[in-house]
């Protein structure tokens, strides 16, 4: 029973260079997140889908991009890394928008970037 | 406009002392309220949700919150701490009139000392 998988889980990247966060869910659910979690800030939404097709800004979007590319998989995109951006990165999924569940999260994905 | 505030970055407790972590919210309609749980190196799991049912909520690991409107609180209460309760934990609150996209709090971290 996976629920939510990010990968890579770790990864260094250097000023300037891009990558992409992957991750998918096998629960079904139509609405998934992406969060980036600093110290002493809390989780704060980068972007987020409420549905297949459909993609919106959270608080803190710039730098990067986002794609829903089918009900299982939303990725976030990083164009040019800043150390700005280093942070712990984490993809959430729940069921509709509509709907007063939890979140399901992903372990992380843990990025440095030098 | 929701918002979350933790009060109290860390919170340290002896192994069997009253453990109460403190969230207080802000929504402009009735609130869905919730507590998350982030051990090291993990994502973060639901303890426990209110969602306009009964006042005192009752999670998991013997946790539990209480909805006080007047107070504007969803504090978190266990009675007998565990050195295995040692971690962060989120409050967060999802609004009934929008998109339910939860908004964190900055985290508490919980320590036990034996």
């Known amino acids: 029973n996976a629920g939510v998988t990010q990968t890579p889980k770790f990864q260094v990247l250097k000023t300037g260079q891009s990558m992409t966060l992957q991750c998918a869910q096998d629960m079904n659910h139509n609405s998934m997140y992406w969060y980036r979690q600093d110290p002493g800030m809390g989780l704060r939404l980068i972007y987020y889908s409420a549905s297949e097709g459909t993609t919106d800004k959270g608080e803190v979007p710039n730098g990067y991009n986002v794609s829903r590319l089918n009900k299982r998989e939303f990725s976030l995109r990083l164009e040019s890394a800043a150390p700005s951006q280093t942070s712990v990165y984490f993809c959430a999924s729940k069921p509709g928008t509509v709907n007063t569940g939890e979140l399901f999260f992903g372990e992380g994905s843990r990025l440095t970037v030098l | 406009a929701q918002s979350v505030t933790q009060l109290g970055s860390h919170v340290s407790v002896s192994e069997g002392a009253l453990v109460l972590l403190r969230c207080n919210y802000s929504s402009s309609v009735p609130p869905y309220l919730f507590w998350y749980v982030q051990y090291p190196n993990q994502g973060l799991q639901l303890l426990l949700k209110?969602?306009?049912?009964?006042?005192l909520v009752k999670g998991i690991n013997g946790f539990e919150a209480e909805f006080k409107k007047s107070e504007t609180s969803f504090h978190l209460t266990k009675p007998s701490a565990h050195m295995s309760d040692a971690a962060e934990y989120f409050c967060a609150v999802s609004d009934s009139g929008g998109s339910y996209i939860p908004t964190f709090g900055r985290g508490t971290s919980l320590i036990v000392h034996p």
């Open positions: 209110y969602t306009s049912a009964a006042t």
